[in-house]
């Protein structure tokens, strides 16, 4: 593919570190270039699918003469994101689980539930050491019921497969490292009368999949994108659910910050503006590459159902990006869409909030500390920093200034956490790259 409705197409692939795999050549005249990352929950086929779809609809969208004198070209980024089929797990028993021989099927189900996902994690973490580390997980899991020793010894070895150097206290994943194993998997085993009836899904389980998928119907359980697992068996199934989230968050960070940052760097001097979009957690990819890059042509930034805290961008707050406010690193608008539909990032941070053992906060909305950015838009940002508005139907009219978040509410025009490649994102964001 080297085009996208008749826009050049370049692709940038980086490995987990972000280190670039192949040279990145962009065609001569390029004014504006693109840079746009997908999330989670892509590999590289459904990422140039997403790319597709919505430059498509940037084209369908254009209005005569709208933006003279500008050529585009589009650098699509490509990075180690796994598909897995998360949830938020809750302990219980299905209401059909009657007797003793339905309890038993259940739980020797939930045991299954587990283990493969084990096996689905042991083809992302795939180094002999991190192999042996999931076989000595595996072999714990029966005993994690009744033995404290062995949620202890199952959480230090799931921890172990993880870097501590992007902990932070925007999701408690600091905490997920302090707490001890007993401790941790007490405060995830998550009871369905815990949770708020809109994240809540027909199964009684919860969708906390950036990109959701599917899960094996536990035997015994309910069928849907989740079922309940018995006793310490869902918190557990948490634990993993969040070590998988954890590495996504610090491979997207990590591949903007050594990958897309110093490559656009290299482009820049061959082009007039650039423009970062991002998807997800391809959302804290060009987050960590504005942040993080020195040139100064970044001319609009697009953060489309981001996987990252509400206040990511506030000074109150300590937020983790917030120099690319006080450094000015984004010379034009940042546009924010934000839903209540998206029931992955509604979910996925306000789990955090259990980690720490509170289960009194607010669950996943603007009032919860642990709220994502794609549900509730940017929080607790300084006077005159953020506007909130709505997502309007293309053609329509928008007033986006200089350095200044927009945050556009889209429950009328974006269904769920995919749902970002319609018309009216594509109209917004050519409004706002219209500024010379």
């Given at each position: 593919m080297d085009n996208i409705a008749g826009i050049p197409y370049v692709e940038a692939?980086?490995?987990?570190?972000?280190?670039?795999?192949?040279?990145?050549?962009?065609?001569?005249?390029?004014?504006?270039?693109?840079?746009?990352?997908?999330?989670w929950n892509n590999n590289a086929d459904d990422a140039r699918g997403l790319y597709?779809?919505?430059?498509?609809?940037?084209?369908?969208?254009?209005?005569?003469?709208?933006?003279?004198?500008?050529?585009?070209?589009?650098?699509?980024?490509?990075?180690?994101?796994?598909?897995?089929?998360?949830?938020?797990?809750?302990?219980?028993?299905?209401?059909?689980?009657?007797?003793?021989?339905?309890?038993?099927?259940?739980?020797?189900?939930?045991?299954?539930?587990?283990?493969?996902?084990?096996?689905?994690?042991?083809?992302?973490?795939?180094?002999?050491?991190?192999?042996?580390?999931?076989?000595?997980?595996?072999?714990?899991?029966?005993?994690?019921?009744?033995?404290?020793?062995?949620?202890?010894?199952?959480?230090?070895?799931?921890?172990?497969?993880?870097?501590?150097?992007?902990?932070?206290?925007?999701?408690?994943?600091?905490?997920?490292?302090?707490?001890?194993?007993?401790?941790?998997?007490?405060?995830?085993?998550?009871?369905?009368?815990?949770?708020?009836?809109?994240?809540?899904?027909?199964?009684?389980?919860?969708?906390?999949?950036?990109?959701?998928?599917?899960?094996?119907?536990?035997?015994?359980?309910?069928?849907?994108?989740?079922?309940?697992?018995?006793?310490?068996?869902?918190?557990?199934?948490?634990?993993?659910?969040?070590?998988?989230?954890?590495?996504?968050?610090?491979?997207?960070?990590?591949?903007?910050?050594?990958?897309?940052?110093?490559?656009?760097?290299?482009?820049?001097?061959?082009?007039?503006?650039?423009?970062?979009?991002?998807?997800?957690?391809?959302?804290?990819?060009?987050?960590?590459?504005?942040?993080?890059?020195?040139?100064?042509?970044?001319?609009?930034?697009?953060?489309?159902?981001?996987?990252?805290?509400?206040?990511?961008?506030?000074?109150?707050?300590?937020?983790?990006?917030?120099?690319?406010?006080?450094?000015?690193?984004?010379?034009?608008?940042?546009?924010?869409?934000?839903?209540?539909?998206?029931?992955?990032?509604?979910?996925?941070?306000?789990?955090?909030?259990?980690?720490?053992?509170?289960?009194?906060?607010?669950?996943?909305?603007?009032?919860?500390?642990?709220?994502?950015?794609?549900?509730?838009?940017?929080?607790?940002?300084?006077?005159?920093?953020?506007?909130?508005?709505?997502?309007?139907?293309?053609?329509?009219?928008?007033?986006?200034?200089?350095?200044?978040?927009?945050?556009?509410?889209?429950?009328?025009?974006?269904?769920?956490?995919?749902?970002?490649?319609?018309?009216?994102?594509?109209?917004?964001?050519?409004?706002?790259?219209?500024?010379?």
């Amino acid at each position: 593919m080297d085009n996208i409705a008749g826009i050049p197409y370049v692709e940038a692939q980086f490995d987990k570190n972000g280190t670039l795999q192949d040279q990145v050549t962009l065609p001569a005249g390029v004014t504006d270039l693109f840079v746009m990352s997908h999330g989670w929950n892509n590999n590289a086929d459904d990422a140039r699918g997403l790319y597709t779809r919505l430059f498509t609809n940037f084209i369908a969208v254009a209005q005569p003469g709208d933006l003279p004198g500008r050529n585009f070209a589009i650098l699509g980024v490509i990075w180690p994101s796994k598909q897995f089929d998360e949830l938020v797990a809750a302990a219980g028993v299905p209401g059909d689980a009657q007797g003793s021989a339905a309890l038993q099927a259940h739980d020797e189900g939930s045991l299954k539930a587990l283990s493969e996902k084990l096996d689905r994690m042991a083809e992302f973490f795939t180094s002999p050491a991190e192999q042996q580390i999931i076989a000595e997980a595996k072999a714990l899991l029966p005993d994690l019921e009744e033995k404290t020793s062995a949620r202890n010894a199952f959480v230090e070895k799931i921890r172990s497969l993880l870097d501590k150097g992007a902990a932070n206290k925007e999701d408690a994943s600091a905490s997920f490292f302090k707490q001890s194993g007993d401790d941790l998997m007490n405060n995830l085993k998550v009871d369905v009368d815990d949770l708020d009836d809109d994240v809540k899904e027909a199964s009684g389980a919860m969708s906390m999949g950036l990109g959701v998928g599917t899960v094996p119907k536990v035997e015994g359980g309910a069928a849907g994108l989740g079922a309940l697992l018995s006793g310490f068996k869902a918190a557990a199934m948490n634990v993993l659910n969040f070590t998988t989230y954890y590495e996504m968050k610090a491979r997207a960070g990590t591949v903007g910050k050594n990958g897309v940052g110093p490559l656009i760097d290299k482009l820049a001097p061959q082009v007039q503006r650039i423009h970062l979009i991002g998807h997800s957690f391809g959302g804290r990819v060009v987050t960590s590459t504005a942040a993080n890059s020195t040139t100064d042509k970044i001319r609009s930034m697009s953060l489309l159902q981001t996987a990252f805290s509400h206040n990511g961008f506030s000074l109150s707050q300590g937020g983790f990006f917030r120099a690319v406010v006080d450094t000015h690193r984004v010379h034009g608008p940042i546009l924010v869409t934000h839903t209540k539909n998206d029931k992955a990032v509604g979910v996925a941070y306000p789990l955090a909030s259990r980690i720490n053992g509170d289960k009194a906060a607010a669950f996943g909305d603007e009032n919860d500390k642990f709220g994502g950015l794609g549900r509730n838009g940017t929080q607790k940002m300084e006077s005159g920093e953020a506007e909130f508005g709505n997502l309007l139907p293309a053609g329509s009219t928008y007033s986006f200034q200089p350095s200044k978040f927009f945050n556009m509410e889209g429950s009328p025009f974006i269904s769920g956490h995919s749902d970002i490649c319609g018309k009216e994102i594509a109209h917004a964001i050519r409004v706002a790259i219209a500024p010379s």
